[in-house]
């Protein structure tokens, strides 16, 4: 059973068709890409599957529940959770408190918890939670930020933190939009080693990506889109031969 | 061993704090109300109505007049769900607005000659400690999840909403709460002053209350702590200035939002009196 079905999706804004009778299915466990020109849609692809926006019509499936209704929080909390193209970090907060923040559905506490348990000492849940986001911070290789300001760090770490926020929220799903955006050849080789230790504990991820590079290395599927449509879908070897997708896309460079 | 007016600075500065936290709260969130003075009403009438007409002990009114101060700042949560910025400010404004003329059209409470003979109860300590409860409360609540979710939905809802926070919770719960804490400040308010009528509980009286928390700095609660306790003592040591006072007053606001526009105690100030290590031990 697929972990994400897509089915006869489709948005538009005004005129506009932006997303039109998309169907797409991602297998639990492997890393799927989306790929396509600017304005192909991909990034409304990820805002309707995480409830940002509503579509037009169409449905989606996750893990064996239609979920297309269900408001943002509560698709997050059934474990769909992405990063943002436009780095959307807390600016107020702390890297640590993005973190903590992150890890809001999977922990309880409401407004008068900060009135009970013993005074002057952290509540266990809270312990807990810190020592959970310090392990996330470590394996995203920003452990020794926790106390800086989340937008003070250079932009690089900025997309690390981002990944590091959605993965606090114990996701299935992780979707990352162009996660790779702004950053230099090495740092895209650090990203790609992340991404990839992510997937082998067992998160699923679906990637919208520009770096061909990153796409080729890293997915097993890649699925093209173009003006809102499937033009192609297959394995990264054999899209890169295809001729609609070099018309479409690499033809266009 | 305090005058009588020491007391009386003490009493009302305390509840200008708490005013000003109960503003602070939902602002926290990213909820500025510019109708913290109706809930003030709601408590203030509450608490008094329950001691002069039912004899009802004091803590007990002061407990009902948060209540009622709770409760209707969830339903004005509601609609204030959909709105933003200043659509936000002008319709909690109107609520306040609202309240304060329905106590002014309600004979049972007075109308506009006020409320009187409320007996005496007040006193600094009471003013005091929920001062004590209210900053434990605040100095806990910024390390906690609850804190956290206000934060992030203040620096922007569709973040925090796809990482799991539900909004709609979130925004109602800070409503309600700095409902209870201002339905408190009134209820203490009209225990002092013995006196209420709806015009202590206008546009003027929302209005300085805010003023107290942005020129405190909205960054954090000492903020509004600060910003109340000065704006509120200010002028009391200013008499020698006798007839300039206000114009004094007046300046002294104007400069600061002039040369501090982000209030007294901003993000910057704020890590040099608490550096990092101390301030997550504050947090408890």
Redesign the interface.
């Known amino acids: 059973m697929p972990l994400l079905a897509v089915d006869g999706l489709s948005r538009s804004f005004g005129k506009l068709v932006v997303l039109s009778q998309l169907d797409l299915l991602v297998e639990a466990g492997g890393i799927h890409a989306i790929i396509g020109p600017n304005g192909a849609g991909k990034t409304t692809f990820f805002n309707l599957v995480t409830g940002a926006l509503g579509p037009d019509v169409g449905h989606i499936r996750f893990d064996g529940s239609e979920i297309v209704d269900l408001p943002s929080y509560r698709r997050t909390a059934l474990g769909i959770c992405r990063t943002f193209q436009n780095i959307r970090l807390f600016g107020s907060m702390t890297v640590l408190d993005n973190v903590l923040l992150g890890l809001h559905c999977r922990t309880r506490g409401g407004l008068l918890t900060p009135l009970v348990g013993v005074p002057f000492r952290r509540p266990r849940a809270e312990v807990g939670a810190r020592e959970r986001a310090g392990e996330i911070l470590e394996l995203v290789g920003l452990a020794g930020t926790a106390a800086r300001s989340a937008v003070e760090l250079p932009y690089g770490q900025q997309r690390r933190l981002e990944i590091a926020r959605a993965l606090a929220s114990a996701p299935k799903l992780l979707l990352l939009d162009e996660p790779s955006a702004g950053m230099n050849t090495q740092e895209t080789i650090e990203l790609e080693a992340l991404i990839g230790e992510v997937n082998r504990r067992g998160v699923t991820i679906l990637l919208i990506e520009h770096k061909m590079s990153l796409v080729m290395k890293l997915s097993r599927v890649v699925t093209v889109l173009n003006f809102g449509q499937k033009i192609a879908e297959g394995p990264p070897a054999a899209i890169q031969r295809d001729p609609r997708v070099i018309e479409a896309y690499l033809g266009s460079e | 061993m305090l005058s009588d007016h020491t007391v009386s600075i003490l009493i009302f500065a305390g509840i200008d704090v708490i005013m000003a936290l109960s503003f602070y709260l939902p602002a926290s969130a990213g909820q500025l109300s510019a109708g913290q003075g109706g809930f003030m009403a709601l408590g203030a009438y509450t608490a008094a109505y329950l001691t002069v007409q039912h004899g009802t002990p004091f803590p007990l009114a002061l407990a009902a007049g948060g209540l009622v101060g709770g409760l209707v700042g969830l339903a004005v949560g509601f609609p204030a769900l959909r709105l933003r910025g200043l659509y936000l400010v002008l319709v909690t404004f109107g609520f306040g607005e609202m309240i304060r003329v329905l106590f002014l059209n309600a004979p049972a409470f007075g109308g506009p000659a006020g409320f009187a003979g409320i007996p005496p109860a007040t006193t600094v300590w009471h003013v005091l400690g929920l001062l004590v409860?209210l900053l434990?409360?605040?100095?806990?609540?910024s390390?906690?999840?609850?804190?956290?979710?206000f934060?992030?939905l203040?620096?922007?809802e569709?973040?925090?909403?796809?990482?799991?926070?539900?909004?709609t919770y979130v925004k109602l719960?800070a409503f309600a709460?700095g409902g209870v804490i201002a339905g408190l400040g009134g209820a203490l308010y009209a225990h002092y002053t013995l006196f209420i009528d709806p015009e202590a509980f206008g546009v003027g009286r929302s209005l300085f209350v805010m003023l107290y928390a942005v020129f405190g700095g909205l960054?954090s609660f000492w903020g509004a702590v600060a910003g109340a306790a000065i704006l509120s003592i200010l002028p009391e040591l200013l008499r020698w200035v006798k007839d300039w006072r206000e114009i004094f007053y007046g300046l002294l606001v104007l400069t600061m939002m002039l040369v501090r526009p982000q209030g007294l105690l901003d993000?910057a100030l704020l890590a040099r009196l608490f550096p990092?290590g101390e301030r997550a031990a504050a947090?408890?």
């Open positions: 409860v434990y409360f605040f100095t806990r609540l390390g906690s999840r609850m804190g956290r979710a934060a992030a203040r620096d922007d569709a973040a925090a909403e796809a990482m799991g926070v539900n909004s719960a709460a960054a993000a990092r947090r408890g």
